[in-house]
């Protein structure tokens, strides 16, 4: 599963609502928010840009995203309702960001115990293999 479908996994169980509902053209306000919800949790937790969240979440263009990243921090001071809706979204978000970046930073150091081990002349050997395996003469 991808991390982007993990958050909107985890947004709509908290809202029940379905996530291919939750995506769709749908302007039913509980399904506006899921979408509103996951793609500021995209924003916040994520390397993706505003094309590929609006994407993701269905959205025409990438300004419903910049949008979303200043409506959602609005709505949760001025709506007391909407603020007690998504406090354990935003905790549970939080908690998933971390164990999705330990778990990077787990591959990441498995790899480089991978390549601290070799020395250094037996990996260009191996990467110059590969490149003539790749680029025959």
């Known amino acids: 599963m991808k991390v982007e479908e993990l958050y909107l996994q985890l947004v709509c169980d908290e809202l029940k609502v379905s996530p291919k509902s939750a995506i769709s053209k749908s302007r039913k306000r509980e399904f506006v928010e899921a979408r509103q919800i996951t793609s500021f949790l995209l924003y916040l937790y994520t390397k993706m840009n ?4 609006a994407r993701f979440v269905n959205y025409e263009s990438h300004a419903s995203v910049i949008r979303d ?3 959602i921090p609005n709505l949760i001071k001025t ?3 909407f603020r007690v809706k998504t406090k354990p979204i935003f905790n549970k978000a939080r ?3 971390r164990e999705i970046n330990a778990a990077e ?3 990441r ?3 480089d115990k991978i390549f ?3 020395k250094e002349e037996d990996w260009y050997k191996e990467v110059y293999y590969a490149e003539s395996l790749i680029l025959p003469l």
């Open 109 to 111: 150091e498995e790899t």
């Open 116 to 118: 601290s081990n070799q």
């Open 50 to 53: 505003n094309c590929s969240i």
């Open 69 to 71: 990243r200043s409506g």
């Open 105 to 107: 930073n787990q591959k």
């Open 95 to 97: 908690i998933l960001a």
């Open 79 to 81: 709506n007391k309702d």
